[in-house]
Nanobody, 119 residues
Framework: QVQLVESGGGLVQPGGSLRLSCAAS????????MAWYRQAPGKERDLVAR???????NYADSVKGRFTISRDNAKNTVYLQMNSLKPEDTAVYYC?????????????WGQGTQVTVSS
């Protein structure tokens, strides 16, 4: 069982910044990918950014140049630095991790953290 705990969400004004964190714990051998998704009310859950164990990243077009994903492999933690936030970034942000454990491959979700961009 792999648990993901997110933190760092909140209310911020347009143009502001937030930093999300997601720490993985439990029993596993390695985490290959860590990612952030978001889901706005009435919409599907969409990928925001992904980072693989080697450090390669990819981003949704809507956040390129504003958001940066990074990870600390020693701490099994992924971060999402969000700058120049816009009202349309308002959503619940979910952490996702995929890897390998004693019982095989796993894919886990965090509980979500609310990000609200409003004046």
């Amino acid at each position: 069982q792999v648990q993901l705990v997110e933190s760092g969400g909140g209310l911020v004004q347009p143009g502001g910044s937030l930093r999300l964190s997601c720490a993985a714990s439990g029993s596993f051998f390695s985490i290959y990918t860590m990612a952030w998704y978001r889901q706005a009310p009435g919409k599907e859950r969409d990928l925001v950014a992904r980072i693989i164990s080697g450090g390669s990243t990819n981003y949704a077009d809507s956040v390129k140049g504003r958001f940066t994903i990074s990870r600390d492999n020693a701490k099994n933690t992924v971060y999402l630095q969000m700058n120049s936030l816009k009202p349309e970034d308002t959503a619940v942000y979910y952490c996702h991790a995929g890897g390998n454990s004693w019982s095989g491959d796993f894919a886990s979700w965090g509980q979500g953290t609310q990000v609200t961009v409003s004046s």
